[in-house]
Structures are given as structure tokens and as C-alpha cells.
């Protein structure tokens, strides 16, 4: 009698968002595009039981997988240890320390419940990555590519934008999964700006994101209220009475970096 496939070994958990790809067009499209980047490394966030882990070792470069479950470490150790190229780092994404080194390309089905802070985490710890294939509920991957103006637009969208090109390179429906999810999920692939901000300026930019975002419906000088004046914001090209919205990644960006120079008081120590 044949042993089981990976995949029906590991039983998907509601606990860690698991829902395991099984479209063979989107394995071949998420692995394609990651091993097309020149980077020395491969990070590979939340394998599950290793559909694209086994076709990501078979390109030969060292990977680091990552995954939060102990029982799908166990089934990847089985079957993937004695390969001098995998190296498995059992923790949450979020916040398992990663070795230091060249960049990586960073490749996931990313867990619906952890997918945001691990990009953000991505984008924001300077954490080096020469490319990124990720997978996101579809209306996650529709707010990272939000424009202004457009209700999917907020502080995911300016960040990552201003990091990253982005290319949504598929959309999959629930059959693409075991078990289905109840919503439609996509593939998308980060390309670094060579002109991104700093990290630090990254963080300094979420600080005055979420602040401005607060309430969308409300003006920016409403948002910044008791904090900073309608005058104050407009000297780093806000207009007060505009709503965040309406304002560019690039304006953003530029108004952050003047409030560094100006009102760092505004700023987390």
C-alpha cells in the first residue's frame, strides 16, 4: 500500500490559517517566480507540509522555511533534513529571528490570520530581500496595490508601495485549496525600489499613516488634532483640510521625512 501524500498527512489547522495550495498552475507560477531572482537564499514562510519547498530545493540553493505548527516541522524534517540545502526555523514569522546575511527571495502562502504583520515585518526590519512571491487573501492583495482616492487605499498601500513595484501575477478561487477558504486569494510579486525609504523612515511613515488614517472620513487637520496645527501640517505639504486618502505615496513620504526634520516631538521615541 502506497504511504499518503504530504498533503494528506498534515491536517490543516484554523489555528495557524492553513490552507494548502493544490493548484498546480499556481505552484509552478509562485516557484517560477521566486527562482527567477538572483538572490543567494530562499525564505520560504509558512511551507505547511512542502508542496513548494520540495520544488524550491530542487533549484539548489540554500532555503530557510519557517513555519509556527509543530506537527508540519516534523513532517518537513522527515522529509526534507537530510538535505544539506534545507535549514527549518520552527517560530512565528512574525518575530523568529532570521540569520543575517545576502538577500534572500522570500516566497509563502502566507497564513490568512498572520499574513499583514509578516509583511510589514518584511518591509519595515530591513530584513534584506531581493525579491518577494507572496500569497494574500485577494482583498489583502487589493489594498496593498490601492490607489488614491479608492476605498482599498490606506497605510498598507502607501508602505508597500513605496517599497516595492508590484505585479499581481494570479488570482485563485477556493477550490486552489484544502481546506476551501470562503474568499478568493492572489499571488503577489514585490520588486525592491531602488529609491524605497530608509527603515527608519519606514516606521517614522506608519507612525504618521495610522494617525492620519485614523478615521477616514475625517480631515487630516481632525486626525492630527491636539497633536500638530493645520499650519504646522501644511509646512510639510499636507493640506489640513484634505482627507489622507486623496494624498499620494510620494507626498506621504515627503511629508514624513520633513516632520523628521521639523517635528520629530510627533514621533515614538
Known sequence: M????????????????????????????????ALASPAPRLL???????????????????LWA????????????????????????????????LPEGPPWSVVGNLPYNAATPILARMLTEGVPWERMVLMFQ?????????????????????????????TRLAKLGPGSFRPA??????????EPRAEAPTPSERKALLAVLHRSF????????NNWQ???SGEALSEVGLASALRAEVITPSAWLSATRSLLIHHPEVFPT
Open 66 to 97: 519557517v513555519d509556527l505548527d509543530p506537527e508540519a516541522c516534523a513532517l518537513l524534517r522527515e522529509r526534507f533534513a537530510a538535505r544539506p540545502s534545507f535549514h527549518l526555523l520552527e517560530g512565528d514569522a512574525v518575530r523568529i529571528g
Open 181 to 190: 477558504p470562503k474568499v478568493d486569494s492572489a499571488v503577489v510579486l514585490f
Open 214 to 221: 485614523a478615521h477616514r472620513r475625517k480631515t487630516l487637520a
Open 2 to 33: 502506497q504511504d499518503p501524500s504530504p498533503l494528506q498527512r498534515l491536517r490543516p489547522k484554523r489555528a495557524f490559517g492553513q490552507n494548502f495550495l493544490v493548484n498546480e498552475g499556481a505552484i509552478r507560477t509562485i516557484v517560477d517566480a
Open 138 to 166: 485577494l482583498e489583502v492583495a487589493q489594498k496593498l496595490m490601492g490607489e488614491p482616492g479608492t476605498k482599498a487605499y490606506g497605510p498598507l498601500s502607501v508602505l508597500a508601495q513605496l517599497c516595492a513595484r508590484l
Open 44 to 62: 520560504e514562510i509558512g511551507p505547511g507540509p512542502g508542496v513548494l519547498t520540495e520544488r524550491l530545493l530542487a533549484d539548489g540553493r540554500p
Open 226 to 228: 491636539g497633536v500638530l
